[in-house]
């Protein structure tokens, strides 16, 4: 089993930012990518706002390229958010996303951030 504990999110200034932490424990053997996803007041779907594999290679949402930086610790089985120019469209509940080497996925209890205008 595996466990993905979210920290970081909050309420923001537009304009402003916020940084998220993503820690995974438990059995884990090799992780094939982990990254964020968010799901916004009123929406049934989570969108991929941003990940990154093992190997370093990120894919971003086209709304926050420019302003959204994903990272990983990989000694630490950690994934950061750094989350700049924050937009009142930005607000939503994000959810860290885990991909096994071996397949399926795993995710967060989400955490939300909310940036006001």
């Known amino acids: 089993q595996v466990q993905l504990v979210e920290s970081g999110g909050g309420l923001v200034q537009a304009g402003g930012s916020l940084r998220l932490s993503c820690a995974a424990s438990?059995?884990?053997?090799?992780?094939?990518?982990m990254g964020w996803f968010r799901q916004a007041p009123g929406k049934q779907r989570r969108e991929l706002v941003a990940?990154?594999?093992?190997?370093?290679?990120?894919n971003y949402a086209d709304s926050v390229k420019g302003r959204f930086t994903i990272s990983r610790d990989n000694a630490k089985n950690t994934v950061y958010l750094q989350m700049n120019s924050l937009k009142p469209e930005d607000t939503a509940v994000y959810y860290c996303?885990?991909?096994?080497?071996?397949?399926?996925?795993?995710w967060g209890q989400g955490t939300q951030v909310t940036v006001s205008s």
């Open positions: 990940s990154i594999t093992s190997g370093g290679s990120t």
């Open positions: 996303n885990l991909v096994p080497a071996l397949g399926g996925y795993y």
């Open positions: 438990g059995s884990i053997f090799r992780i094939n990518s």
